[in-house]
């Protein structure tokens, strides 16, 4: 902690800033950009060539970041040019700014006041950002946007199949739906797949995180399209940005049971599998697992601390550059 602030969930809470911040509020046909503290104002059409002048419109502001929400999709032309133009940004989570208006006395809403918002919430937290680096392939993320949605619609699919009071003639219609997702599923893995490939950087990477026991290419290439950050952000970091990072909640006398909650979802999701296998090939995560369950965790409990293991090693190895070994540890 020093004069300008205090340290909250491994970020930096400030407050005063010399530094000016920038805001977007997301609608469908418009952006809303502001910055914090002088409180300039633009407003930009929200299509590709909006988008582009308003990250140049922040860019020329020389923002030390900019937030705005997760938007239903409608944020996505913002959050390319932004990275394109190199201006350092978070997606926010939706509704954590409005919660921070709230607390700080602002009762009024419109897209113009909820930029400015958005910006002051920038400079209050100083986060690191969690965009798409600049030059990710939008195909990249479209392909793996899709196999999010096939393995939804996947799951639940088969949670009807399984359900009671299903009739024979539902049923087949069921199953021939989950094999036409299937069919779908495996050509969007093979396509991930070949974008790898392709790409000599994403190859590098690709090598770095399957250089780690229990990491396979289904990982590898969830990693590489959903979490660019991988690498750039401390361990902390990361692990609060996937939703591994077990919140408290206590309260008086109680302690309650610390909880992962938030975070980017599929990514949590996929890290399970890898960490279950990693228990059996991995010896870093064989050893913890083996050491949190002798201390009377419950083996829940003890998975979700290997994939927060398992994350930090592979946050390691791609900012290292270095190929994994169990010499390395963890």
């Not at 929400?69 to 978070?90: D, I, Q, T, W």
């Not at 902390?236 to 992962?260: F, M, T, Y």
């Amino acid at each position: 902690m020093d004069a300008s602030g205090v340290s909250a969930g491994g970020y930096h809470v400030s407050e005063t800033t010399t530094e000016r911040y920038g805001g977007v509020d997301v609608s469908k046909a418009t952006l809303d950009v502001a910055t914090w503290p002088d409180g300039e104002h633009q407003r930009f059409p929200n299509d590709p060539q909006g988008a582009g002048n308003a990250a140049a419109w922040l860019r020329a502001r020389a923002v030390a970041g900019v937030s705005f929400e997760a938007s239903g999709g409608y944020e996505r032309e913002l959050a390319r040019a932004l990275g394109r133009a190199g201006v350092p940004a978070r997606r926010e989570q939706p509704g954590e700014a409005r919660a921070f208006a709230r607390a700080s006395g602002q009762r009024a809403k419109t897209d113009r006041i909820d930029a400015g918002v958005l910006a002051r919430y920038a400079a209050q937290l100083r986060r690191p950002a969690n965009l798409l680096a600049a030059g990710q392939d939008e195909h990249l993320e479209a392909v793996s946007r899709r196999r999010r949605q096939l393995v939804e619609m996947i799951t639940a699919e088969r949670n009807r199949l399984a359900a009671p009071g299903t009739d024979e003639w539902t049923r087949r219609l069921i199953e021939r739906h989950l094999a036409e997702l299937e069919e779908q599923l495996a050509a969007v893995e093979a396509e991930l797949q070949r974008i790898v490939r392709a790409d000599p950087g994403y190859r590098r990477r690709d090598a770095l995180l399957r250089s780690v026991n229990g990491v396979g290419p289904t990982l590898s290439t969830i990693l590489i399209a959903s979490l660019p950050e991988l690498g750039r952000l401390t361990r902390q970091q990361i692990a609060a940005l996937v939703g591994l990072a077990p919140l408290n909640r206590d309260s008086g006398r109680r302690r309650g049971e610390r909880r992962i909650i938030g975070g980017r979802g599929h990514v949590r999701t996929a890290l399970y599998m890898p960490a279950l296998s990693a228990v059996r090939a991995n010896p870093v995560i064989r050893a913890c697992y083996r050491r949190l369950r002798a201390a009377g965790k419950p083996h829940k409990v003890a998975i979700v601390a290997c994939m927060r293991k398992l994350l930090a090693i592979l946050n390691a190895v791609v900012r290292d550059a270095r190929p994994w070994s169990p010499a390395l540890g963890g």
